[in-house]
């Protein structure tokens, strides 16, 4: 692809607006230069969707993949039967009976891989491609060029792409290096797309990286036709491809090992572009994106999540627990309360099973342990519904621990939850008492009526048991300008009850 100016910005509209292009450019002429542009640019698409879908399920972005994915995979195939032809001639310069054998068998996978390629982009529809673009570029705006949220979803790839490179430089087995190119190109293009400014201090290293990585899985495809075809032929023959193949194989692992180990590693120069003091910012961000994208009512949801973290707070003040003063566990309940209201669109389960496997199938946050995450699903998981129970199976299986913080942080949030249905609108409106019996929640401005009464009563239930104590709730309909004068050490005159 040409090369462009840093201040150009090479997003998904770029993108699917330079497919189109490429695409014509196909038709009139399908030479070898167009089926590699056309590739590179629904590549590009595709790994941008598959990087949006982890905050932002919309439909929309699993179409635009399908839509290209017969059209990329017949590119893939024609431009592998290219690549292997150039690999046979750069190691083999003289000509012998073997090469011959896979030049001419490329040949005939190259005329049909053409012909598919050519069927395959007839077929393509355009104008599907382009209200797509419309509609996409609309929900990429949840995620700014350079923003938080995009500097947490290219660290996230970053992370992934690391593991991997941890798991190939311990064996030299084809498997683990081909899914470390992979997690280099998903992290490449998240970063072209979404860090701008870090990818033209990057991009040099980022792309010599991945050709490093594509010359040793090219040789590793390369070895295995030899090996197929080279039944038939003398062994000296086979022999000496084998060790040609090797000997190039090895010249780019070591250039590898070169660029990512040492003190002027490739993985130091990108993690320095991830500062771990902006780790929690960066998952905040992606939370509140993720909550942009998902949550259909915005304002209803955070007016519920100002009430479980009033909730908290007072219970906290009042000294229910220890657990109240870990400000990890406040975290993961203000994720949980942020969260509770997101919708992926999973018709076939209820809102709050899909959510809670949505966001166990998400990436783990910058500064987050999977256990803190695994609680905020499972937080909203229960938040309305049956309550937790070893009856669910996969419940069951977590530590016990681990149930017991799930079932109080669901219990606030079923008590948030009743709450805010019985009218309080503002968290200011509520104000736990410690009595004898137990406790005591103050809510203004709430109606004192049989409907809010077996509300608060079916709510409150799951948080009594967790705390080991009754929870009395006075209802007082009082203005919230009333409410709010009241202080802490004037709690007003119960009206009533509900036990």
Known sequence: MPSRSPSDCRDL?????????????LRSEPSNHAVHDLRV??????????VMREIDPHPDWEEMRGCAKKLFRSLGDLRDAHIM???LQKLHPEENALKRQLLDSLETEEKNARARAMRRATRFDEKRWTKLAQSLRVRMRKVPPDSAAAHCLAFERLEEAKE??????????????????????????????????????????????QDVLGDIHDLDVLSEMLAKAGANQPVEILQNWQVRCENERQLNLQTYRQLALGTASIWTQWQSGFSREEWEHYAKARIQATRAAMD?????????????????????????GEIFSDKKERRVLQTAA?????????????REK??????????????????????????????RGAEPSLKNKRFAQLAAEQQTKIYLLAGILRLAIAAQKSGVS???SLRLEVLPQGLLLHAFAVEDSPKNAARFTEAKQQLERALGKPILIQAEPLDASQASAKTELQPPVPISIVR
């Not at 509209?13 to 450019?25: D, T």
């Not at 190939?168 to 979404?194: C, D, M, N, Q």
């Not at 899909?354 to 999977?370: A, I």
Request: with cysteine; net charge positive.
């Open 426 to 428: 503002k968290s200011s």
């Open 41 to 50: 640019a629904l590549r590009r698409c595709r790994s941008i969707a598959s």
């Open 338 to 350: 942020r969260l509770s209201g997101v919708r992926n669109g999973d018709q076939k389960k209820m």
């Open 164 to 209: 991997l490179h941890r798991r190939a430089l311990r064996t030299e087995s084809a498997k683990p290096w081909h899914a470390l190119r992979i997690g280099i190109k998903h992290f490449r293009y998240t970063v072209e797309s979404l860090l701008p400014t870090a990818h033209a201090e990057w991009c040099d290293s980022l792309k010599r990286v």
């Open 354 to 383: 899909s959510t809670k496997s949505f966001l166990l199938d998400s990436p783990v946050p910058p500064g987050w342990t999977f256990s803190e995450w695994e609680r905020a699903a499972w937080a909203i998981r229960f938040e």
């Open 85 to 87: 032809a150039e690999w």
């Open 13 to 25: 509209a770029y993108w699917m607006k330079r497919s189109v292009e490429e695409l014509a450019n």
């Open 296 to 320: 259909p009512k915005p304002g209803r949801n955070t007016v519920m999540a100002r009430i479980a973290m009033r909730l908290w707070s007072q219970l906290r003040l009042r000294k229910a």
